[in-house]
């Protein structure tokens, strides 16, 4: 069974200075890398190198961005005839600032992915049948995602969604969802709590449980280098994360719901392919880069020493 992503593609421009820049200030960097991003692209990276066939629905210019990125989908093995080439706009593209500690900031100028929509004459969406997990964020237009998520019949498989960046007039699809990745930033904004410095464990359970509309519904908090927490209406799993040297966060969080979408396909129970993921995302810390710093199969399965 396998994949489908609906979401965004960027190309990430990344400055490596010391520490990020505060407002005002001028400050230098010692390289300036490319790297293939977009938090939708990362995703169906990490799942198709994590085994699972994987299509990808979204959009990018007719520049050449553009081609290089659709070319890098394609020799990750994705299925991108859900890509549209869009004449006339800029495909996305990210300016990210990554410091010596591996953390980032990043300004995102959203170009094609913003036009993106499913068929330009109404009709049913074009998508592969069989499809065992619906993976989207909010880089894409809310539009496309309710359609992807709210398929006629309710045989959408599993719908996996990482409402990423935080955006609060997305909070009515997150009920559309079967599994909720946030992390604790997303978690405060959709809970509408503040999170104040280093929440206790019991606070994010507390808060998490707020986001639930389902009894069958599971919200997954990513806590980064703590690991992550998941809450359903009547159960909880909870991870502890694995030490390794940070390089570079960036795609993190993609990596985890990619690797995460690719075991559920597979048929894996939740527990096991959320310690999947949590490992998976371990490694992609490790690695410079988004879409270039996501493990295989095989490389989480040595991490996890399974
Ligand atoms: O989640 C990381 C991604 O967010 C980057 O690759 C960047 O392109 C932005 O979309
Ligand atoms: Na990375």
Redesign the pocket.
């Known amino acids: 069974m396998s994949v489908i992503v609906l979401g ?1 593609v ?1 190309m ?1 421009v990344v400055l490596s200075v010391e520490a990020l820049p505060k407002a005002g200030e001028t400050i230098a960097a010692s390289a300036q890398n490319l790297y293939p ?3 939708g692209a ?1 995703q169906a990276i990490a799942s198709a190198r994590c085994g699972a066939p994987t299509a990808f629905f979204g959009a990018v210019g007719d520049d050449d961005y553009g081609a290089v990125l659709s070319r890098n989908l394609e020799d990750n093995g994705i299925d991108t005839r859900g890509l549209k080439v869009l004449a006339g706009k800029r495909t ?1 593209q ?1 300016s ?1 600032y990554v410091s010596a500690t591996g953390e980032n900031s ?1 300004v ?1 100028l959203s170009g094609a992915n913003h036009d993106f929509v499913f068929d330009d004459d109404g009709g049913p969406m074009p998508v592969p049948a069989g499809a065992a997990v619906r993976l989207a964020q909010f ?1 894409m237009p809310l539009a496309a995602i309710r359609a992807f998520f709210d398929v006629p019949g309710g045989d959408a498989g599993t719908r996996i969604l990482n409402p ?1 960046p935080a955006l609060p007039e997305g909070r009515p699809l997150l009920d559309l969802a079967d599994i909720l990745v946030v992390n604790e930033t997303e978690l405060a904004t959709y809970a509408g709590a503040p999170v104040n410095g280093d929440p206790s464990p019991e606070a994010v359970i507390a808060l998490a449980h707020g986001l639930l509309s389902r009894p069958d519904q599971w919200v997954v908090v990513t806590l980064g280098a703590r690991g992550l927490v998941a809450v359903g209406s009547g159960d909880k799993i909870s991870i502890g994360g694995l030490a390794t040297e940070v390089v570079d966060t ?2 993190a ?2 990596c985890f719901c990619g690797a995460l979408a690719a075991r559920l396909s597979a048929g894996e129970p939740l527990s096991d392919a959320l310690g999947f993921a949590n490992a998976a995302a371990s490694i992609a810390v490790s690695r410079r880069g ?2 270039s710093s996501m493990p295989t199969l095989q490389e989480v399965v040595a991490r996890l020493g399974r």
Do not use: M, R, V, Y
């Open positions: 965004s960027n990430d991003g977009g938090k990362n996305g990210a990210i990043i995102i880089e990423a960036t795609g969080g993609d988004a879409g």
